[in-house]
């Protein structure tokens, strides 16, 4: 989901925002599996990994009204992604962290403006509603997101510089995608939206 990740200081607060929302999460592993130790040698309650894939950024476009006034695209020029996913003994998803070398290009399609964005950077996905797999918190710095007109808040296309908190869950009966709720914002941003519609 991602549209975008990070490498920086906050890693370290986004790792331990994680720890404390999969706590109660990986305490609910079998006792078989509690004593599980991977290879590396560091004990993990049970969750086993990580699994490492490489997600592909595509191309998409936001029609008008939908995220910013205009219609807008994404493209992604540098996008070598890393994800790396720990699971329960079920396969679940528990905890997960996304990094690597991602360039976001954005184009207002009305005007043919556009700007790139270094947008390389760590994430955290936590699992709140566990064991649900298509509810999750992404959390880091360096990252990018838009918030369609259901969201909250609705109509902005953040990129953060500092620390940056989203809860992504199942839109409501009759609304496609997904439902984004910001749940923190520290530090400098900007809303593409806002510097797309300049001239």
């Known amino acids: 989901m991602r549209k975008a990740f990070r490498r920086g ?8 925002l994680a720890a404390a929302l999969t706590a109660g999460a990986a305490g609910t592993a079998g ?17 086993q990994g990580p699994v490492v894939t490489h997600p592909e950024s595509k191309p998409y476009e ?7 006034p205009f219609r807008a695209r994404a493209e992604f020029p540098v996008s070598d992604l890393r994800l790396r996913t720990w699971t329960d003994g079920a396969g679940r998803p528990v905890f997960a962290v996304e990094d690597g070398p991602l360039v976001l290009r954005a184009t207002n399609l009305e005007t043919g403006k556009t700007v790139e964005r270094e947008v390389s950077g760590t994430a955290t ?3 709140p509603a566990y064991p649900r797999s298509d509810v999750y918190v992404m959390s880091g ?5 838009g918030f369609h007109a259901h969201d909250q808040p609705a109509g902005r296309w953040l990129v953060s510089r500092g620390y940056m908190s989203v809860r992504i869950s199942p839109a409501d009966e009759g609304t496609a995608g997904t439902a984004k709720k910001l749940l923190a914002l520290y ?7 806002a510097t797309l519609a300049t001239p």
């Open 62 to 68: 936001y029609p008008a009204g939908e995220v910013c």
């Open 9 to 16: 200081g906050h890693g370290a607060a986004a790792v331990a």
């Open 125 to 127: 996905m936590t699992y």
């Open 141 to 145: 710095d360096n990252w990018a997101t």
């Open 187 to 193: 530090g400098p941003y900007e809303d593409l939206c």
């Open 31 to 47: 006792a078989a599996d509690a004593d599980r130790t991977p290879r590396h040698g560091a004990r993990t309650a049970g969750l």
